[in-house]
């Protein structure tokens, strides 16, 4: 095999762990969109959103980017990190790791609002404030979607890769001699 060829390669076992925690992370990611609400059944701003639940969601949403920033620095210290595939990987964990430190903010800024919605007597402050909570929290949410689709992308180059090992021949590596057949013993019973 070319040697430019083998090394642009990444191998397949690295390749594939990469892939299992891209697509758990993306799926974390699209699940904490999907379930973390601000809206009641009625699709309101509750009376007296819960401060606690709201910011759990900031919580969760920093840890969920922690994890983002540590694969992305463990891509980065790899070997493969300036190949062509792991260079896309590298760019789509960039985009991720950024998308999802915005979204912890804009949780924590619900969280915030959510503490002197319940005091406000005047209509137009209060409607002004659940708007602001909606906007906050819907855009922390596309912030975790954004975060998924870029893990997404960053799996889809892993995979196309991982195509272009079934196209190129493996590696061929010296034989290593076999051991010596032992010697038949003179001693048969």
């Known amino acids: 095999m070319n040697r430019d060829i083998q090394g642009e ?21 699209l699940d904490a969109a999907e379930q973390w609400q601000l809206l009641d059944e009625t699709g309101d701003v509750p009376a007296e959103p819960s401060y ?13 980017s922690r994890d ?6 463990d891509v ?11 260079s896309a990987v590298l760019g789509h964990l960039a985009t991720a790791a950024t998308m999802s ?6 949780f924590a800024e619900t969280a915030e609002t959510s503490l ?19 906007i906050d ?6 912030y975790l979607r954004r975060t998924s689709e870029s893990l997404g992308e960053a799996a889809k180059e892993l995979h196309a890769h991982l195509d272009l090992h079934r196209f190129l021949p493996a590696p061929t590596q010296r034989a290593v001699p076999a051991p010596p057949s032992p010697t038949p013993s003179a001693r048969h019973r």
């Open 101 to 106: 430190s915005h979204a912890a903010p804009h």
């Open 137 to 142: 929290h819907a855009s922390a949410r596309a």
């Open 52 to 64: 606690t639940e709201l910011l759990q969601h900031a919580v969760d949403a920093q840890d969920l």
């Open 76 to 86: 980065a210290r790899s070997p493969h990190s300036t190949n062509r595939a792991g």
């Open 68 to 73: 983002v920033v540590r694969l992305a620095a």
């Open 9 to 29: 390669l990444i191998p397949r076992g690295d390749a594939l762990r990469l892939i299992g925690s891209l697509d758990n992370l993306k799926t974390a990611f």
């Open 116 to 134: 002197s919605l319940p005091h406000v007597v005047s209509p137009v402050i209060r409607r002004r404030r659940a708007n602001s909570m909606i």
